[in-house]
Protein backbone atom coordinates (compact mmCIF):
# COMPACT_ATOMS: atom_id res chain seq x y z
CA UNK A 1 0.00 0.00 0.00
CA UNK A 2 2.78 2.50 1.01
CA UNK A 3 4.33 1.88 -2.53
CA UNK A 4 1.14 2.81 -4.39
CA UNK A 5 1.27 5.90 -2.32
CA UNK A 6 4.51 6.67 -3.22
CA UNK A 7 3.91 5.91 -6.88
CA UNK A 8 0.90 8.46 -6.57
CA UNK A 9 2.53 11.05 -4.81
CA UNK A 10 5.30 10.71 -7.90
CA UNK A 11 2.47 11.14 -10.11
CA UNK A 12 1.20 13.96 -8.47
CA UNK A 13 4.40 15.94 -8.46
CA UNK A 14 5.40 14.81 -11.93
CA UNK A 15 1.40 16.73 -12.83
CA UNK A 16 2.23 19.80 -10.75
CA UNK A 17 5.71 20.33 -12.24
CA UNK A 18 4.15 19.98 -15.74
CA UNK A 19 1.28 22.13 -14.86
CA UNK A 20 4.13 24.71 -13.23
CA UNK A 21 5.42 24.70 -16.60
CA UNK A 22 2.52 25.52 -18.69
CA UNK A 23 1.34 28.36 -16.20
CA UNK A 24 4.96 29.87 -17.29
CA UNK A 25 4.78 29.64 -20.68
CA UNK A 26 1.15 30.87 -20.19
CA UNK A 27 2.65 33.98 -18.51
CA UNK A 28 5.55 34.49 -20.37
CA UNK A 29 2.73 35.33 -23.62
CA UNK A 30 0.66 37.71 -21.66
CA UNK A 31 4.11 39.39 -20.81
CA UNK A 32 4.63 39.43 -24.35
CA UNK A 33 1.10 40.98 -25.51
CA UNK A 34 1.57 43.37 -22.68
CA UNK A 35 4.76 44.80 -24.21
CA UNK A 36 3.21 44.86 -27.70
CA UNK A 37 0.49 46.85 -26.11
CA UNK A 38 2.83 49.12 -23.84
CA UNK A 39 4.37 49.71 -27.09
CA UNK A 40 1.50 50.56 -29.36
CA UNK A 41 0.32 53.07 -27.06
CA UNK A 42 3.73 54.79 -26.05
CA UNK A 43 3.91 54.93 -29.70
CA UNK A 44 0.88 56.22 -30.42
CA UNK A 45 2.04 59.12 -27.62
CA UNK A 46 4.93 59.83 -29.41
CA UNK A 47 2.61 60.54 -32.86
CA UNK A 48 0.35 62.73 -30.60
CA UNK A 49 3.30 64.94 -29.64
CA UNK A 50 4.99 65.04 -32.89
CA UNK A 51 1.80 66.41 -34.21
CA UNK A 52 1.10 68.94 -31.46
CA UNK A 53 4.49 70.23 -31.48
CA UNK A 54 4.17 70.68 -35.68
CA UNK A 55 0.60 72.50 -35.00
CA UNK A 56 2.01 74.60 -32.36
CA UNK A 57 4.43 75.77 -34.78
CA UNK A 58 2.49 76.27 -37.44
CA UNK A 59 0.07 78.75 -35.18
CA UNK A 60 2.52 81.12 -34.72
CA UNK A 61 3.95 82.84 -37.77
CA UNK A 62 6.52 84.41 -35.22
CA UNK A 63 7.34 81.03 -33.42
CA UNK A 64 7.52 79.33 -36.57
CA UNK A 65 10.02 81.66 -38.09
CA UNK A 66 12.25 82.18 -34.75
CA UNK A 67 12.25 78.11 -34.36
CA UNK A 68 13.33 77.82 -37.56
CA UNK A 69 15.90 80.37 -38.09
CA UNK A 70 17.20 79.24 -34.58
CA UNK A 71 17.88 75.87 -36.28
CA UNK A 72 19.07 77.05 -39.76
CA UNK A 73 21.13 80.17 -38.89
CA UNK A 74 20.98 81.35 -35.24
CA UNK A 75 23.50 84.29 -36.04
CA UNK A 76 20.76 85.63 -37.98
CA UNK A 77 18.62 86.37 -34.71
CA UNK A 78 18.60 89.11 -32.22
CA UNK A 79 19.47 88.44 -28.99
CA UNK A 80 15.63 88.14 -27.48
CA UNK A 81 14.99 86.20 -30.43
CA UNK A 82 18.18 84.27 -30.16
CA UNK A 83 17.04 83.41 -26.41
CA UNK A 84 12.90 82.80 -27.09
CA UNK A 85 14.43 80.58 -30.28
CA UNK A 86 16.48 78.36 -27.44
CA UNK A 87 13.46 77.44 -25.39
CA UNK A 88 11.48 76.49 -28.61
CA UNK A 89 14.36 74.73 -29.91
CA UNK A 90 14.79 73.19 -26.80
CA UNK A 91 11.28 71.79 -26.61
CA UNK A 92 12.36 69.83 -30.19
CA UNK A 93 15.21 68.52 -29.25
CA UNK A 94 13.63 66.99 -25.91
CA UNK A 95 11.29 65.40 -28.03
CA UNK A 96 13.83 63.85 -30.27
CA UNK A 97 16.22 63.26 -27.17
CA UNK A 98 13.29 61.25 -26.07
CA UNK A 99 12.70 59.36 -28.90
CA UNK A 100 16.67 58.33 -28.92
CA UNK A 101 16.50 57.15 -25.32
CA UNK A 102 13.39 55.70 -26.08
CA UNK A 103 15.01 53.45 -28.86
CA UNK A 104 18.63 53.15 -26.76
CA UNK A 105 16.74 51.60 -24.13
CA UNK A 106 14.63 49.41 -26.73
CA UNK A 107 11.21 50.68 -25.63
CA UNK A 108 10.79 52.10 -29.31
CA UNK A 109 10.31 49.52 -31.86
CA UNK A 110 12.97 49.34 -34.68
CA UNK A 111 10.34 50.54 -37.14
CA UNK A 112 9.42 53.29 -35.28
CA UNK A 113 13.03 54.74 -34.41
CA UNK A 114 13.85 54.30 -38.29
CA UNK A 115 10.96 56.29 -38.99
CA UNK A 116 11.71 58.82 -36.96
CA UNK A 117 15.77 58.81 -37.09
CA UNK A 118 16.01 61.30 -40.24
CA UNK A 119 14.20 63.48 -38.21
CA UNK A 120 16.31 63.10 -34.80
CA UNK A 121 20.00 63.48 -37.03
CA UNK A 122 18.61 66.56 -38.83
CA UNK A 123 17.88 68.38 -35.61
CA UNK A 124 21.93 67.07 -34.36
CA UNK A 125 22.85 68.03 -37.94
CA UNK A 126 21.42 71.49 -37.22
CA UNK A 127 23.57 75.30 -36.36
CA UNK A 128 21.37 75.66 -33.98
CA UNK A 129 21.98 72.29 -32.20
CA UNK A 130 25.51 73.36 -32.29
CA UNK A 131 24.80 76.41 -30.21
CA UNK A 132 23.00 73.80 -28.00
CA UNK A 133 25.95 72.10 -27.29
CA UNK A 134 28.20 75.27 -26.41
CA UNK A 135 25.75 76.21 -24.29
CA UNK A 136 25.87 75.45 -20.16
CA UNK A 137 22.10 74.91 -20.57
CA UNK A 138 23.43 71.53 -22.54
CA UNK A 139 23.28 70.01 -18.65
CA UNK A 140 19.54 69.78 -18.87
CA UNK A 141 20.20 67.23 -21.86
CA UNK A 142 20.81 63.31 -20.96
CA UNK A 143 24.66 62.88 -21.38
CA UNK A 144 23.97 59.83 -23.86
CA UNK A 145 22.22 61.80 -26.34
CA UNK A 146 24.31 64.96 -25.90
CA UNK A 147 27.32 62.54 -26.35
CA UNK A 148 25.35 60.62 -29.29
CA UNK A 149 25.23 64.27 -31.11
CA UNK A 150 28.72 65.04 -30.47
CA UNK A 151 29.89 61.85 -32.14
CA UNK A 152 27.20 62.25 -34.79
CA UNK A 153 28.50 65.66 -35.49
CA UNK A 154 32.10 64.81 -35.78
CA UNK A 155 31.74 62.20 -38.15
CA UNK A 156 29.60 64.28 -40.52
CA UNK A 157 32.55 66.78 -40.39
Do not use: C
Amino acid sequence: MKEILQEYALIAEIISAIAIVISLVFIGFQIKDNTKATQASMFQEIAALDIQILLSMANSQESAKIITSFRESPETLSEVELNQGFYLFAAEIRHVENLFLQHENKMLPEKGWEARKALVEGIIQSPGFGVVLKSPNRKYFNGSFIKFGETLRAESE
